[in-house]
């Protein structure tokens, strides 16, 4: 993973209504959204929005519904235009673009997955799959070749010929992943692209995307509403709300640093010991005195526990690449699974 | 009748009124008579003294008239209508007569190509081309039994006829119908300018517009009924293709927008196929009016089935009329069958429809 930032969003301000500049005065002069509604009629979209998004890394950006993340992610690719702010991609300001150059951002550098598949019904699924390509103008036999590789990969080989509507939800969505692999773009924006499915159909999809970034390593924008999604997929959290940003980094320190009782509600429920890893609850620095064994740093607490049986007084070294790096105390460890109470 | 005058009077316009009469030339027949019946009128109205609040007029154009000579009958306004179209008549000719003689001749041609060619011949050729569009043995069997018998009771010509005119409308129908149909759909202005003109068209009674068109060209000319079966005919096409493309599923449209379709590539590569059942629904009802329009422009020469249902209404002829309408009954199924069949193929073969 490089430091490379491939997509910045810079003071991103959405209104919808009749007349959103004027309005935009209103809200940079510190209105709300309620008061906006109420007294001008129009809708916040999404306010002051700053958010940087490295190369080759899964920004999850989570929020209830209405808080705006649908809306933020189809300005990444235009499909909605901002009222004021900036969508720089690759260094380049894409809200200056024409619409020559749009279409290209579009086709080449950027595909999407949507909630409700998007497939074109009456297509088939390689035809589906090699739509971006299509698009763009390849030959059919060349984009065909590209279409069931990618249709192999998600896990529908030898299904080319079937229509859509003959596939599951899982399947459709499949399709949607194998879609946007196709089109070769270095930005996969996900929107809520798996809310739609079963729970369980959910953790494969979750798994083979996990399992696509660990060799692909793209880019990838995803939406969602779920905590457990969005904390499984994360390298990068946004977490919105009313349109605004109330905190975002990494993941775990979300998880052991909620900045606001929003978040402290949202994160009450979580299975802790699933999400968070050794390496952000273990005391750093060389494992003095007795210890009871080794575990690594990207453990889940829910593991160390298995391992210690459940006994308390254990002490555990903690090893990142084969070095030591701190050590775990059973202790520290029950705290952290307890979330930290308001006030 | 004099309840009017005085009110004239009360008014003050006693002068204009006269006024105007003294300008009348010589008597038409119709002031005559007018006369005359203002004289009846006033006789029976008992004493002349205004009569009774129950003898009150009509608040009529005729009886102002016979009040205010200056007002104008109502004939004058028939007349003035009449004038109007006329005089500007031949200036519409100028520009409506070419762009529409093509018309002309399509029908003409295709009138003599399906009653020209042998029977043995044309009936093969019809059945094949319900193979090829309803790929359905049964509806081939249908219109198989249906020309057959329409060519027993040597009903063949006149079917031959009122298919051939069927055939050259629709098709100019769907030939301009879909392509402003997609235009309302991409415009929402086109669509609030062209919508209440489809409203008039379905509305306005056949009768009505035949009118207009007997006087625009002459009855001897196909066209004239061409075009009354077009203007009837054409609403369903265009309002289901405008429908069809607006009812796209937006999740699609949007992600076509997402991979960086061109419109055209939209439109042709989404939009279209998407909203085929519909506009196919379109052209299905596009055809079936036709077939109800071409019966009524019997009226206006078109040859047909429907000649001889007229003749079976003008000379009581019962069994010709209903034979004929029977025939009519065939053709109407056949031609619904046929098409119907035609979109359930297409909806099989994209069952997007959830």
Redesign the interface.
């Known amino acids: 993973m490089s430091d490379k930032l491939k997509i910045s969003i810079r003071n991103l301000y959405k209104i919808f209504g009749d007349n959103p500049r004027s309005a935009l005065a209103d809200v940079l002069g510190g209105m709300s959204k309620t008061e906006l509604l109420k007294t001008r009629r129009h809708v916040l979209g999404l306010r002051d929005i700053n958010v940087d998004m490295k190369e080759g890394e899964i920004t999850v950006v989570m929020g209830l519904s209405g808080s705006g993340k649908s809306t933020l992610i189809r300005h990444l690719n235009r499909l909605i235009e901002p009222t004021s702010g900036e969508v720089l991609v690759d260094g380049e300001n894409i809200l200056t673009f024409g619409e020559t150059k749009l279409r290209e951002l579009r086709r080449k550098t950027m595909s999407m997955v949507f909630q409700k598949f998007g497939l074109l019904p009456h297509r088939t699924v390689l035809d589906n799959a090699g739509m971006a390509l299509a698009t763009q103008g390849v030959k059919r036999a060349d984009y065909e070749v590209e279409a069931r590789r990618w249709l192999e990969r998600v896990g529908l080989g030898g299904q080319g010929r079937q229509y859509p509507h003959q596939l599951s939800g899982g399947m459709q969505q499949r399709v949607g992943i194998a879609r946007a692999l196709t089109s070769n773009s270095g930005i996969m924006l996900m929107d809520e692209a798996f809310s739609a499915l079963d729970p369980l159909i959910r953790t494969d999809m979750q798994d083979l995307l996990i399992e696509l970034q660990n060799e692909l390593h793209k880019t990838i924008v995803f939406i969602t509403h779920d905590l457990d999604e969005a904390l499984k997929l994360a390298d990068h959290l946004v977490i919105l709300k009313d349109g605004a940003v109330v905190q975002q980094g990494e993941p775990q320190d979300i998880l052991l640093n909620p900045s606001d009782p929003y978040i402290e509600d949202f994160v009450r429920d979580i299975n802790r010991a699933r999400v968070l890893r050794v390496r952000s609850v273990m005391q750093e620095g060389p494992a003095e005195g007795e210890v009871s064994g080794e575990i690594s740093d990207t453990d889940n607490l829910e593991s160390v526990i298995a391992v210690s049986g459940g006994a308390m007084d254990r002490r555990y070294r903690v090893m990142a690449e084969g070095k030591p790096v701190g050590v775990l105390d059973m202790s520290t460890l029950m705290r952290a699974l307890v979330p930290r109470h308001p006030g | 009748m004099a309840s009017y005058a005085k009110f004239f009077d009360a008014l003050g316009l006693r002068e204009w009124c006269d006024g105007g009469a003294g300008g009348d030339g010589p008597m038409s027949m119709a002031d005559l008579m007018a006369q005359a019946r203002s004289g009846a009128g006033g006789a029976s109205g008992g004493g002349g003294s205004g009569g009774s609040f129950w003898d009150l007029p009509l608040p009529s154009l005729n009886n102002f008239h016979d009040a205010c000579q200056a007002i104008p009958q109502t004939r004058d306004l028939t007349i003035g209508l009449e004038r109007a179209f006329l005089s500007a008549r031949d200036a519409l000719r100028i520009v409506l007569d070419p762009l529409t003689q093509p018309l002309s001749w399509m029908l003409r041609e295709m009138l003599w190509l399906m009653t020209a060619t042998p029977w043995f011949i044309m009936l093969p050729i019809l059945l094949l081309v319900t193979w090829f569009v309803a790929r359905s043995w049964s509806v081939v069997l249908l219109v198989a039994a249906s020309l057959g018998f329409l060519t027993v009771v040597d009903h063949y010509t006149a079917a031959m006829q009122t298919l051939a005119i069927i055939f050259v409308c629709a098709f100019i129908c769907v030939l301009f119908g879909v392509p402003l149909g997609i235009a309302m759909s991409r415009s929402d202005r086109l669509q609030r300018i062209v919508t209440p003109i489809l409203d008039m068209l379905q509305t306005l009674p056949a009768f009505v517009y035949l009118i207009p068109l007997i006087f625009l060209f002459s009855v001897t000319e196909p066209k004239l009924y061409g075009i009354a079966i077009i203007l009837y005919a054409i609403v369903p096409v265009v309002r289901l293709t405008d429908l069809g493309i607006r009812l796209v599923?937006r999740?699609?449209i949007?992600?076509?927008?997402?991979?960086?379709?061109?419109s055209r590539?939209k439109l042709f590569?989404?939009q279209i196929?998407?909203a085929l059942p519909n506009i196919m629904a379109g052209v299905n009802q596009t055809i079936m009016m036709s077939l109800a329009m071409v019966v009524i422009a019997s009226l206006v020469s078109a040859p047909g089935l429907g000649v001889l249902v007229l003749r079976g209404i003008r000379n009581l002829e019962l069994g010709v009329g209903l034979i004929a309408g029977f025939g009519i009954v065939l053709l109407a199924i056949v031609l619904d069958r046929v098409t119907k069949a035609s979109l359930a193929r297409i909806d099989v073969?994209?069952?997007?429809r959830?």
Do not use: I, K, R
């Open positions: 599923d999740d699609v949007e992600a076509a927008n997402a991979f960086g379709m061109t590539q590569g989404v196929p998407l073969s994209q069952s997007s959830h």
